[in-house]
């Protein structure tokens, strides 16, 4: 297993590079860039969701991923914040997964974040505690959508642990 | 950040988007798209989503809400060729069939007046 940790401060004008950064570690470890849509797009819905909703209106706070890459197997996601954490943002108690969802009605102009995590993780889990609050996403990728040559991993300005 | 370069044919505009639709920048084009609504004698704007290298929930949030005030105003946000990736976000958020989709420039030159 692989682990990379990113942090950075949660704002709106920031975020999108930091998960840019995070999807092309993801990347690198795909046959094709296009497979990175998926583990880019939930990682970019529970980062806006920190950014949205984790620190009090006109404030921020830290932002963390914490990666773990199994090639092979799949990526384990941790988005974690240090503000108001699942109260802004509950998640059942057995975490998330797609039928368990309410729809949201067609005309909204939000909250299809959830959903959009729910229907593409294999599992979601969330958790508060001293290091923070935590949303966990677990996606399986299938044996073809890895990288079959040598994997070279250029760690530049990530830092793993 | 967001760019939209503006193509007017009549009433009606093409709007191509470049970069991201996201929450960085949604509520800037909301405001944009709301403008173009607003412009004497535009029934249709065309959002073209070709140069569009990622969208997330807050940018189809954005569309959703462009779209509800164009058709309270008896107007249409009509989206043109979004890549794979962004009619894929729209299918997982279940916002398929919500948004008039043109899919090529036949369908953009069927559209526009001669």
Known sequence: MHSYEFTTTAQRETYRPFVRGVAATMAAYLASPTLVHPLELVTAEACANVVRHAYPEGQTGPLR?????????????????????????????????????PDVPEGATSGRGLRIIACLCDAVTGETGPDGNTLHLQLAIPEEQWRTSNLTITETSLSRR | MAHLELDDHGNILVAALTGELTLANATEVRTELERLFGRKGVSDVVLDLGAVSFMDSSGLGTLV??????????????LYRPTPEAVHTMETAQLTGFFPILDDEEDLLALLPD
């Open chain 1, 65 to 101: 991923v914490r990666l773990r890459v199994t090639p092979r197997v799949g990526v384990e996601i941790s988005v974690t914040d240090w503000g108001r954490g699942c109260a802004a943002c509950p998640l059942p108690p057995g975490g998330l997964a797609g039928p368990e969802l």
């Open chain 2, 65 to 78: 809400a462009a779209s509800t005030k164009a058709r309270s105003m008896g107007r249409r946000l009509l």
